[in-house]
């Protein structure tokens, strides 16, 4: 079956610490990946997003991200970490071998940054 | 910009009880869905719709129905509550595919539902 895995259920980190969030995919075929954040009480926003092209892509708050094709993975990096980026982020994954185009979630991963 | 609209944001049923959670969204976008998030599962597809007239399954679609009667509105109907359908729902829309690029997901701002 199609899924999308996100192995770090919780991580907790101190300020100015690096993060790197895991995401894997069991499509084939081309796919669309995003990564999306949701902050405590509020609902889901897109922090970025890969189509084609480089497979570095680059978001919002400093936030970056790898496609890497062989791996099919997905993961999500920040060099410095703030307490303001304590929240729950999701990889997600459109996929075109089902022509239904359904974005899938991963199980998300909750992020506490210790000021 | 009201973007994605869901009413109610709370609300709770007794077991058996039916409902209707509304999604409205004023954007004009084609494809809607809802989705149920719950601890440790993430957000989970239940139906979605690529236009008006057309609806489809997700991945948890027992117990739940919908229909797209307008492009602005894709209400959610549960029939016949049960506990395990306690969560929190969210609405969401994009525009239509382009080639093989899909734009993003607008989300609304949930709707938790407590069945007893």
């Known amino acids: 079956a199609q899924s999308v895995s996100q192995h770090n259920h919780h991580v907790i980190l101190s300020e100015a610490a690096s993060l790197e969030l895991g995401c894997n995919y069991s499509?084939?075929?081309?796919?669309?990946l995003f990564w999306y954040v949701q902050y405590p009480g509020q609902h889901l926003q897109l922090l970025l997003k890969?189509?084609?092209?480089?497979?570095l892509v680059k978001g919002i708050k400093g936030f970056e991200a790898e496609f890497i094709k062989s791996k099919f993975s997905f993961n999500l990096r920040k060099p410095s970490v703030q307490w303001s980026d304590t929240a729950e982020y999701f990889c997600?994954?459109?996929?075109?071998?089902?022509?239904?185009?359904?974005?899938?979630f991963g199980s998300g991963t909750r992020l506490l940054v210790r000021p | 910009n009201a973007g994605v609209t869901q009413t109610p944001k709370f609300q709770v049923l007794k077991t058996g009880q039916s409902m209707t959670l509304q999604c409205a969204q004023d954007?004009?976008?084609?494809?809607m869905s809802w989705y149920r998030q719950d601890p440790g599962m993430g957000l989970r597809l239940i139906h979605y719709?690529?236009?008006?007239?057309?609806?489809d399954q997700g991945e948890v679609p027992n117990g739940y129905n919908v229909s797209r009667s307008t492009t602005e509105d894709f209400p959610l109907r549960l029939l016949s509550a049960a506990p395990s359908q306690t969560s929190v729902y969210f609405c969401?829309?994009?525009?239509?595919?382009?080639?093989?690029?899909?734009?993003?997901?607008?989300f609304g701002e949930g709707s938790r539902l407590t069945v007893l």
């Open positions: 499509y084939g075929g081309t796919v669309n």
């Open positions: 890969y189509f084609s092209g480089d497979p």
């Open positions: 969401a829309s994009r525009l239509r595919n382009s080639g093989t690029n899909t734009g993003e997901l607008f």
């Open positions: 954007m004009n976008h084609e494809y």
């Open positions: 997600a994954v459109n996929s075109f071998m089902d022509s239904s185009y359904k974005l899938i």
């Open positions: 719709s690529v236009g008006a007239g057309i609806t």
